[in-house]
């Protein structure tokens, strides 16, 4: 893991059950069950009746606690889709709502028009959700409950700026002004929003986007198509943390992050196919806003390795990704026989999670083995 | 030769199978390497721990560049651009040559690196196998040529120090470390193992490659000591009761001196017979050239008969 995993609720949702056997060949459309749209959802050995078709939105919701999905799926039902509002539980990830959506209450029901013409909200200034849109180049503040945009409510067109811009994803400040938005690599910064908006930086993404959160004034976490997570300063603007969550997996169809801006935590809902039953598999992960320490790298001399003079050993304290950790102590140890001497037998890791260890060789030729450790606590 | 210091038994893989390393650069925020690939960025550590990055973004080409921090050439714009200290990607925000496109003839690649001193406001351009053109940043003209007779492309081109960039090239290995500033000479030639991809860890001076094995291999920028010469005495005829200066020299395997090795010294008698003399110290250490030095004294007895003397360097 790479930030530093709290839990995860797996699977944090659930479809439809069909009900009775499912079918050993793919139903037709209408057949003496009546009126059956996708029908390979309900064919051996898949016996559900829904099944993930795009994660729309995907955010924390201050004014409830909670955090909310708005799922578009293909259903066996008619009209053959549906359109639903998921929550949990912000501190246990637990699904709250579950009979309603189970049940096609229609208070779980958003239509189609918030949730395909809607993408990527986010939390934002005032504790509202603003969203980007596939039916327009605006920015709107839009409702929790169906994503549909706020009548009277807060927006912006970014099409109408210099250079004009089209956006899928955004964060919203509008306190100091400013706006972080992106739609593939490359993360836009603008300020004076209100005035004359004015496009002052740009921040490069290590992969394409797949989403942006909001969690301050000043700073923003963004998840890549392939699990990386960063964060970063849009005020500066500066790239504050690349992490990644725990154990990215190939298979995943995406990575949909927010910021619990009550628990100071990130949550990761991770989109995974379907099991070979068609049950879902999609979950809830719960990441503490700090990178755990995973590995400690063999230490590495970078100084000659002459008899009788001192050599300079660096190794890393690293979370999966690669990132520093710090601050920790690494310890290091000769293994006996020990010829020559540690003179540093601790260090402390540097921001890059450097740990660095000075040996004293003897005077004749001889093999050694420095062992390193650190010791990390669970908060 | 370099000395290797290290080499890695983990490999650096890219995970696409039809991928391969087209660049290594040292990140000091990191204090780790940024491999490039065709389609992937890597993080990769000394001994060989390797964390994926990200995905490479088209249109975009590293290169060298004062002070460690890579730039990036965008040839669309025919602009430089700094990389973000803190993770190694192209900074768009900043531009390092407002006033002069970097032509595509110019500009670098993998087989044909080049360098960026923004602060010095210099271009450097590799013109032919042999010579580096150094252009002003600001118009774009060639202000100096340095010679360097590598007889090879540098595949790397990166910031050793002040003033100065190491050179290397992947297919034998050869190194030159080039004054571009002040002397705008080569101040330095040695070799590393031919590599795939390399750089230079411009924090602890160490050259450090990945092999066509995948291996990291790590090399200071000492010379791996080969060749120790017969001692010498500076003159020929050795005399009783007074100090006689001898030295010897210790080369490596392209007969480059060693500087800064422990020489053991050992005075040996003939056959059956005692040691004639006294040596003034048992160790002493090679200077700049290679040279380790010592001084014999003859017996004060008016012995006469034959000594031998054994050098040796233990590393």
Request: overall charge neutral.
């Amino acid at each position: 893991m790479s930030l530093w995993h709290i839990r995860t609720v797996s699977p944090c949702m659930e479809y439809i059950e069909l009900g009775r056997a499912c079918y050993t060949t793919t139903p037709p459309l209408w057949g003496p069950d009546g009126l059956i749209y996708n029908g390979h959802l309900i064919t051996c050995p898949r016996h559900y009746k829904q099944t993930t078709n795009d994660v729309a939105n995907f955010f924390y919701e201050p004014g409830n606690d909670r955090l909310i999905a708005h799922l578009l799926l293909n259903t066996t039902y008619w009209p053959g889709w549906d359109a639903r509002r998921y929550e949990f539980d912000a501190e246990t990830g637990k699904w709250l709502n579950r009979d309603s959506v189970l049940n096609r209450s229609s208070d779980s029901w958003i239509g189609i028009w918030g949730a395909a013409w809607t993408r990527d909200a986010t939390m934002g200034s005032f504790n509202k959700i603003y969203a980007c849109r596939n039916s327009e180049t605006a920015i709107r503040e839009i409702s929790w409950r169906s994503a549909e945009p706020v009548e009277g409510g807060w927006w912006v067109d970014p099409y109408t700026w210099n250079p004009k811009s089209i956006y899928s994803f955004a964060v919203v400040n509008r306190v100091d002004g400013l706006l972080a938005a992106a739609s593939s690599w490359t993360l836009d910064c603008w300020r004076n929003i209100g005035t004359t908006p004015e496009r002052f930086a740009q921040l490069r993404l290590p992969n394409v986007l797949n989403y942006l959160a909001y969690e301050s004034r000043r700073n923003c976490w963004g998840i890549t198509r392939d699990g990386i997570i960063v964060k970063a300063d849009y005020q500066i603007p500066r790239w504050e943390m690349t992490s990644q969550v725990q154990n990215p997996a190939a298979d995943a169809r995406g990575y949909y992050i927010t910021y619990d801006t009550k628990r100071k935590q990130a949550v990761v809902f991770r989109w995974l196919p379907d099991a070979a039953d068609g049950a879902c598999r999609s979950q809830l992960e719960f990441y503490y806003p700090v990178v755990k320490a995973t590995l400690l790298t063999q230490p590495v001399p970078v100084t000659s390795l002459k008899a009788g003079e001192r050599v300079m050993l660096v190794s890393h304290l690293v979370g999966d990704a690669g990132e520093g950790v710090t601050p920790y102590t690494v310890e290091g140890e000769l293994l006996p026989p020990a010829e020559g001497y540690l003179a540093t037998p601790v260090s402390g890791t540097e921001f890059n999670g450097r740990a660095c260890f000075i040996y004293q060789a003897p005077w004749q030729t001889c093999t050694e083995t420095l062992k390193v450790s650190a010791n990390i606590e669970e908060p | 030769m370099y000395e290797k210091v290290f080499e890695s038994t983990k490999l650096v893989t890219p995970d696409g199978s039809y991928d391969a390393w087209r660049h290594l650069f040292y990140l000091p925020a990191w204090d780790a390497f940024m491999a490039v690939g065709n389609s992937e960025y890597a993080r990769v550590f000394r001994d060989g721990t390797k964390a994926r990055f990200g995905v490479r973004s088209g249109g975009y080409e590293p290169l060298g560049r004062v002070r460690g921090v890579p730039a990036w050439w965008k040839p669309w714009t025919k602009r430089l651009h700094p990389a973000f200290e803190i993770n190694g990607l192209p900074d768009d925000n900043q531009v390092l040559n407002p006033a002069w496109e970097v032509e595509y003839g110019v500009g670098p690649s993998a087989t044909r690196q080049a360098f960026v001193d923004e602060a010095a406001r210099l271009y450097l351009h590799q013109a032919t196998m042999n010579r580096i053109d150094v252009y002003d940043l600001g118009v774009g003209q060639v202000l100096y040529q340095i010679t360097h007779n590598a007889g090879a492309w540098f595949t790397s081109v990166a910031w050793a120090d002040a003033g100065q960039v190491a050179c290397l090239v992947k297919s034998t290995g050869a190194v030159r470390i080039i004054d571009y500033l002040r002397g705008r000479v080569v101040v330095e030639a040695g070799r590393v193992d031919p590599f795939a991809v390399g750089a230079y860890d411009c924090r602890h001076h160490n050259f450090v490659t990945l092999g066509a094995d995948r291996k990291v291999r790590v090399y200071c920028r000492e010379t791996l000591p080969a060749n120790l010469s017969a001692p010498q005495f500076e003159q020929a005829q050795v005399r009783a009761l007074k100090a006689n200066a001898v030295r010897a020299r210790l080369t490596g395997q392209d007969g480059e001196p060693c500087a800064g090795w422990w020489v053991h010294w050992e005075l040996l008698g003939v056959g059956q017979g005692a040691a004639l003399g006294y040596l003034d110290r048992n160790v002493s250490k090679t200077d700049e050239d290679g040279w380790a030095g010592n001084l014999y004294y003859g017996p004060d007895d008016g012995a006469t008969g034959q000594s031998r003397l054994r050098v040796r360097v233990v590393y």
